[in-house]
């Protein structure tokens, strides 16, 4: 928002006319979020901290951190997350890389459809993994048919590479989004001049266009590790027994063992994680101009 | 020009339909294939049917179809009102103000959706609020994921919007209920729409909290979908993924043509 346009919001035509301060029509829809959000919240925050018998205790905290599942799970899930956005930022860099500096006839076809791909669920992607990947999938036929083996060879899926490997597939978009963007800003004739002084691709890509791109690789990064952070789709339904992140701890703990503080405690957890990432990620974006709208927006 | 040479244009081109096919377009293909297989034990399916498809419509998916668009509509249309309101009564504040209050209307996005499902669990099950068991938790669940998306699409709308309109409007003597319905919200039309549209999109595809909170007559579609590939009807589940995928485009192909007629008004 520019000084100016700042100025003219703050004198709003509606505050101005009715004598009601402006604050008071923020009121209604505060109070709703309040009830549907914060309040939930809270009470996550509260039955993390109840003891056996309803008193205030540490004990939830004590047990479920010294768990080896949540051990195992937490690390899991950070070393998923930054596999997947270091895998994201890698293909998302290339593709984007190609569409806007190597353009071709159908590349507006593929902006169009990446911006599509955001709005799809995404254990989609988890369910087509099974079908070409999984036990009876298409690469698994055809490997036995080669080998002449009688079980199946390929069974990546169903480790913690399977749901890397899913999650940079959807995820990928998101980074994509904000490098075309900052990509489209990018003056050409830096790369016509550098390009007529001698420069080879690889030299302009690292000297012209990576300072150019720093700010949305941080940015699309962040955005991505949150996401990825928090995903349960995709582990949920490939379903692989020895891969349980966050998400699905608090998933089994709250519904499948009817364990609710053992849930919130997770929970916690989860949500102090992924909401200092994102802030961290509103830091980035604040500095490089871009808006979140416009790297999640279908 | 990057590559000045058309052998390494052609080059880079190849790599990035060897990456892009594989990545993004195959996993839509196969589902799409498998939700019209008979059989899948070769690399191509076999026996095509479109019993799966028709199954679809006879069966539960019948019901957690309309589930969902009753879920997704209801949703997105409480999550746009609310977000357009707080994004209007966020903007007519001062600077600070604007951006502590605004912060609380976008934080729901950086909380996990199980764990905002966890929450409404918790919270709801006791009293003054006993909505666990009942269709509307899975509603609120919903807006609560979706309210942030549409504030910050139609916030970021109204940062766009030509500031003049509103103030001759308003010096004119258009009082403030005329110039919001008049002239702030029609001009706003494009970035109302598309909030929609997104909103219903996230909506028709929310897994996480809704798994968390549905109760057994509120079944939607991507928890159905989970059920049967859960049971190892994985083709009915595909042809479920696809039908959701097909309502989904189109609600955005139609959003996308109003948001261009609506733009040109």
């Not at chain 1, 930022?89 to 590349?107: C, D, E, M």
């Not at chain 1, 998933?251 to 405690?265: H, L, M, N, P, S």
Request: hydrophobic share 55%.
């Amino acid at each position: 928002m520019t000084a100016a346009t700042a100025l003219l919001a703050a004198d709003a035509p509606a505050a101005r006319r009715t004598g009601i301060p402006a604050w008071i029509w923020v009121v209604v829809p505060l109070a709703v979020l309040a009830v549907i959000f914060y309040y939930p919240l809270f009470f996550i925050l509260r039955q993390s901290f109840t003891g056996e018998g309803g008193h205030p205790s540490l004990a939830p905290y004590a047990e479920m951190l010294s768990s080896p599942l949540f051990r195992g799970a937490l690390l899991r899930t950070i070393q998923i997350a930054s596999l997947s956005t270091l895998g994201c930022l890698a293909l998302g860099f290339v593709l984007a890389l190609i569409v806007s500096f190597v353009p071709f006839p159908g590349a507006r076809v593929v902006s169009g459809f990446i911006g599509t791909f955001l709005a799809f669920p995404s254990f989609l992607i988890a369910l087509a993994f099974t079908f070409l990947y999984g036990s009876a999938g298409v690469f698994n036929f055809v490997a036995m048919d080669i080998s002449g083996a009688t079980q199946p060879p390929i069974d990546f899926v169903y480790t913690k590479w399977g749901v890397i490997l899913a999650e940079i597939t959807f995820y990928t978009p998101f980074v994509m989004r904000p490098l075309l963007a900052a990509f489209s800003q990018l003056d050409t004739a830096l790369i016509e001049v550098a390009s007529s002084l001698g420069a080879r691709p690889l030299r302009i890509i690292r000297e012209v266009i990576v300072p150019e791109a720093v700010p949305a690789l941080l940015a699309g990064g962040s955005l991505c590790l949150l996401l990825t952070l928090n995903e349960f789709g995709i582990v949920l339904f490939i379903g692989a027994k020895g891969v349980i992140t966050l998400p699905m701890v608090i998933y089994g703990k709250a519904i499948q063992e009817f364990d609710y503080t053992a849930g919130c405690v997770v929970a916690v957890v989860n949500i102090t994680l992924s909401v200092g990432l994102y802030a961290l990620y509103r830091f980035l974006v604040s500095r490089s101009g871009g808006g979140r709208a416009s790297a999640v927006q279908a | 020009m990057l590559l000045p040479s058309r052998p390494s244009r052609v080059a880079a081109w190849v790599l990035f339909f060897v990456l892009f096919v594989p990545v993004f377009g195959l996993p839509i293909v196969v589902v799409g294939a498998a939700s019209v297989a008979g059989q899948w034990n070769d690399v191509l399916p076999s026996h095509l049917t479109l019993r799966h498809l028709h199954d679809a419509f006879v069966s539960n998916a019948g019901i957690e179809l309309l589930t969902s668009l009753a879920t997704g509509i209801i949703a997105s249309v409480v999550a746009l009102v609310i977000g357009t309101w707080a994004a209007l009564a966020v903007r007519a504040l001062r600077r600070r103000g604007a951006k502590v209050i605004g912060t609380l209307f976008v934080l729901p996005i950086a909380v996990p959706s199980v764990s905002v499902g966890l929450g409404l669990l918790v919270a709801f099950s006791r009293p003054p609020f006993l909505l666990n068991g009942t269709s509307v938790i899975v509603v609120i669940a919903h807006v609560v994921l979706v309210t942030a998306f549409a504030f910050s699409s139609v916030s970021a709308g109204l940062a766009r919007l030509p500031a003049h309109f509103e103030q001759v409007a308003a010096s004119l003597g258009g009082r403030p209920a005329y110039v919001l319905f008049r002239v702030t919200l029609p001009l706003l039309t494009p970035s109302l729409v598309a909030a929609a549209g997104l909103c219903f999109a996230l909506s028709m595809g929310e897994l996480g909290a809704t798994i968390m909170v549905y109760p057994p007559g509120w079944v939607t579609l991507p928890v159905g979908i989970f059920a049967l590939t859960d049971r190892g009807a994985v083709f009915d589940g595909a042809a479920l993924t696809v039908l959701l995928l097909v309502l989904t485009l189109v609600v955005l192909v139609a959003v996308s043509r109003i948001r261009t007629r609506a733009s040109y008004r």
